[in-house]
């Protein structure tokens, strides 16, 4: 089967410019979920959708960020424009349950790793 | 502060040692997960030890859970140098996951 898988591994981009993430989650799962982890410090919650749906984007750090996810199944995250402290590796994640409940397991991707100069 | 800290920050060991990591929390979880991240590679996941769990063992990784002191810990039996990576525990209430900083663990050949 199939894991969570990101795309690009890794972009390169200039200040001001539009960078666009995509996250295929496993085939089924309903909750898909985006992580950041700036540069030596914590990986932190973004947003988790349930679907296509937006469940809870409190994570989200500014209004130059805007996730999708057509048709419940892959998902995008764009930033527009970029600023030089996006850069970091962001993360997605689905689980066939909401992560929290007590046996849900959440698989990640590889990860996208931004560099924004 | 982090819902979920790690302790130490970065262990450097020789190869066959043991190493442990521990990680405490604030508030209550329904359970608790470790991941991996190897350099410029994504989050792998290592073991989930439920609320109602106190122990879990899985190859030569053994997580033990205190609910009571809100700390959990991560041991790994000879250490290998590929186990060196960062580890992260992740705590999870109801519907979110919530990262602390990661232990840098160095392992020497």
């Known amino acids: 089967e199939a894991g969570v898988t990101q795309f690009p591994s890794h972009s390169v981009i200039e200040k001001g410019q539009t960078v666009t993430l995509r996250c295929d989650p496993i085939s089924g799962h309903d909750n898909l979920y985006w992580y950041r982890r700036v540069m030596g410090k914590e990986i932190k919650f973004l947003l988790h959708?349930?679907?296509?749906?937006?469940?809870?984007e409190s994570g989200m750090p500014n209004n130059r960020f805007l996730a999708e996810r057509t048709g419940g199944t892959y998902s995008t995250l764009k930033v527009q424009p970029a600023e030089l402290e996006d850069s970091g590796v962001y993360f997605c994640?689905?689980?066939?349950?909401?992560?929290?409940?007590?046996?849900?397991?959440?698989?990640f991707g590889q990860g996208t790793r931004l560099t924004v100069v | 502060s982090q819902q979920g800290e790690e302790d130490p920050q970065a262990l450097s060991i020789q190869e066959g040692e043991n190493a442990t990591m521990n990680c405490s929390y604030k508030t209550s979880i329904n359970n608790l997960q470790w991941y991996r991240q190897n350099s410029g590679r994504g989050l792998v996941h290592l073991i989930l030890i439920r609320s109602n769990e106190r122990e879990k063992h899985s190859g030569r990784l053994r997580v033990t859970l205190d609910t009571s002191k809100k700390s959990s810990s991560l041991l790994i039996t000879a250490s290998r140098a590929a186990d060196t990576a960062s580890y992260f525990c992740?705590?999870?209430?109801?519907?979110?996951?919530?990262f602390g900083t990661g232990t840098k663990l160095q392992v020497i050949p």
């Open positions: 992740a705590t999870a209430r109801y519907q979110k996951v919530t």
């Open positions: 959708f349930v679907k296509e749906s937006k469940q809870d």
């Open positions: 994640a689905s689980s066939q349950d909401r992560i929290g409940r007590l046996y849900t397991e959440a698989f």
